[in-house]
């Protein structure tokens, strides 16, 4: 299946600074990417859908100016924490469809990033 | 709004027998799409299976298979010859057919196997 890879894995931050993880599509092009916030115990939430050359769509209750997304191309979407606070200490996991053919139908996952703030 | 609902929280199952994992969703979407995902300790999410609604006929992926009733919005996934392998939280998830959505993802059953 396609790759879609996600760095950093883990990352400990200290409060007040700013974090950027990077979601990649290895070997498919994908015009839409999804950021997800993981609890521990918890489901996936939906935060923002990343669109290539477009500004992001936020799901309700998600702060615009906390969570940066840029999808500067068809194979990267960065998303960045402004401002850390140890409360956004979470795992985020993005995913992707490739845009075309068969793959279209289904959802592949980077490996997730472990935020912690300190 | 469409939801997925996974009404239990764990379930345990011993080597070699047959578990059955329960979802229900609701939609009144008629194009869509059903998933079940598999999230071991390493948290890495795995599909396990796809079923699109259009088809009648369960899908199988050798020892996983799903139970779906589409009348009802059950999407049930069984898990036959258990394996140690298979212990991790399952999600399933729901998809609307058409256009660049997200996945809707249930609470998830965590599943333990017993040697």
């Known amino acids: 299946g396609a790759v879609v890879s996600q760095h950093p894995s883990r990352v400990i931050c200290k409060s007040g600074t700013s974090v950027k993880i990077e979601c990649r599509s290895l070997?498919?092009?994908?015009?839409?990417m999804f950021w997800y916030r993981q609890f521990p115990k918890q489901s996936l939430m939906l935060m923002a859908t990343?669109?290539?050359?477009?500004?992001?769509?936020?799901e309700q209750g998600v702060e615009k100016d906390k969570f940066l997304i840029n999808h500067a191309s068809l194979t990267l979407s960065t998303l960045t924490v402004t401002s850390a606070h140890p409360e956004d200490s979470s795992f985020y996991i993005c995913?992707?469809?490739?845009?075309?053919?068969?793959?279209?139908?289904?959802?592949?996952f980077g490996q997730g990033t472990r935020l912690t703030v300190v | 709004a469409q939801t997925v609902t996974q009404s239990q929280p764990e379930m345990s199952v011993q080597e070699a027998e047959t578990v059955t994992l329960s979802c229900t969703y609701d939609?009144?979407?008629?194009?869509?799409?059903l998933f079940w995902y598999k999230q071991p300790p390493s948290r890495q999410m795995i599909l396990v299976i796809r079923?699109?609604?259009?088809?009648?006929q369960n899908a199988t992926e050798n020892r996983f298979s799903v139970n779906f009733q589409k009348a009802a919005k059950s999407f049930s996934l069984k898990i036959s010859d258990s394996q140690l392998g298979d212990a991790a939280m399952y999600f399933c998830?729901?998809?609307?057919?058409?256009?660049?959505?997200?996945?809707?993802f249930g609470k998830g059953t965590r599943l333990s196997v017993i040697a």
């Open positions: 079923q699109e609604a259009y088809k009648q």
């Open positions: 995913s992707a469809r490739d845009r075309v053919g068969v793959m279209n139908t289904e959802a592949f």
């Open positions: 998830a729901y998809r609307k057919g058409s256009g660049n959505t997200p996945l809707v």
């Open positions: 070997d498919f092009q994908a015009t839409t």
């Open positions: 990343s669109n290539e050359g477009s500004k992001a769509t936020y």
């Open positions: 939609t009144s979407e008629s194009d869509y799409y």
